[in-house]
C-alpha cells in the first residue's frame, strides 16, 4: 500500500513526511512509501510506525526525522522553546523541570539547529520575492559575550519593513574596547556578517524592481550597499531622530526592543548573558523562527504572523508545526 500509511494528527500537512530521511536517495522520482510495522518507544510507550522508502528501498520511522529522536525526556522540546522566547534563564529551566543545566544547552542547540533550517527550508523552497511593495530595513545590534569590555558582538538583523519578517541575522565579534596583557585580539567582523545579511537579502529580492533600504547612517553601509546590489534606493536616517512609529526604522527598533524583552541572553549585563557567541546564535535564531512563523505580528494582528501576511504559510504555526517543517514528524502524536 502507497501513500500515508498511518493516519496523523489534525495539525497541518506539514506533519506529513515530505522526503526520505538518507541524504543519497533519489530524489529525481516521487517520493512514496510503505509501512513496515512498529515499535513503542522506551521513554513514553508511544506506538512508532515503521517505513521504507519506495526509491531506495530502505527502512525508517517516523522517528527518525523528529526533533526529539533519541532524547530520554522528548516532553521538554516544546515547553522549553515556550520559555526561551520567554526571557527565562537556562538555570531556571533546569530548576523548574529538576534536569541537569547541560540538557537545557542541549535542547537550546538542538532547537537552534531547527529553526535555521526550518528557516532555510522556507526561504529556498517557496519562492519568496521581496522589495517591490516595501523597504528592507537593516541595523545592528550591539551585545557581548562574557564580557561587555572585552568581548563585544555585533548581531545585524535585516527585515521587510510591510511584514516584519525578518530575513537573516548575523553574529561577528568587535575589538575589544579595553584589552589585557592576556587578550589576543579579537577581529572587526561588522562589515562580513553586515554583507552576509545584505546577500541573503538579495538572494530573495524580485529582480524586476529596484531594492528600498533603510539604515541608520553608519559610513560603511553606503559601500557594503554597492558591493551587493548594482541597483537600489538607500534611505539613512539619523540615530538621533525621535525613535516613534513615524520614524522609517521603526520595525527594526522594535524587533531590537522585544528582543531585549524576550531573550534572556541580550540582556543588559548579569549572570543570564551570553557566554559563548554560538549559544547566544543558536538562541537568537529561536526567537527570529518564533517571530516569523508563530507570534503575531502585532498584538492588536492576531490573525497573522509575519510568515502568513507574506502568504508564504497559510496562518500563523504553533510551535509543534514549526518544529516538523523539513518533513519532521509532529512533535503533538
Known sequence: MEGDPFPMPAVTPLAIPQDCPYPDCDRTRPFTWRRRGS???????RPVPRLQCLRCMRRFSTQTDRVDRGLRRPDLVIPLFKLFVSKVTMRQMASLFRVNLKTIAHRKKLLGRQCIEAH?????T????LGADAPFVFDELETFETSKIRQPLTMPVVMHGRTWFVIHAEIGTLPA??????????????????????????????????????SDRKFSYPKLLRQVFQTYAHLRISSRQARTIHNPMFPINNLFGQMRDNVSSLVRPNWA????REMLGQHVWIYVAYRNYV?????????HSSASAL??????LEPEELLTIRGRICLAA
Open 120 to 124: 532555510t527550508y522556507v526561504m529556498t
Open 177 to 214: 574596547r579595553r584589552r589585557q596583557k592576556d587578550d589576543s585580539p579579537r577581529e572587526h567582523q561588522s562589515n562580513a556578517v553586515v554583507r552576509i545579511c545584505l546577500e541573503k537579502t538579495r538572494a530573495i529580492t524580485d529582480e524586476k524592481c529596484t531594492p528600498h533600504f533603510v
Open 311 to 316: 502568504g508564504i504559510m497559510p496562518r500563523p
Open 273 to 276: 548573558h551570553a557566554k559563548k
Open 126 to 129: 517557496t519562492g519568496v520575492r
Open 39 to 45: 515499535y513503542r518507544r522506551k521513554c513514553d510507550e
Open 295 to 303: 507570534r503575531e505580528i502585532t498584538r492588536d494582528c492576531r490573525t
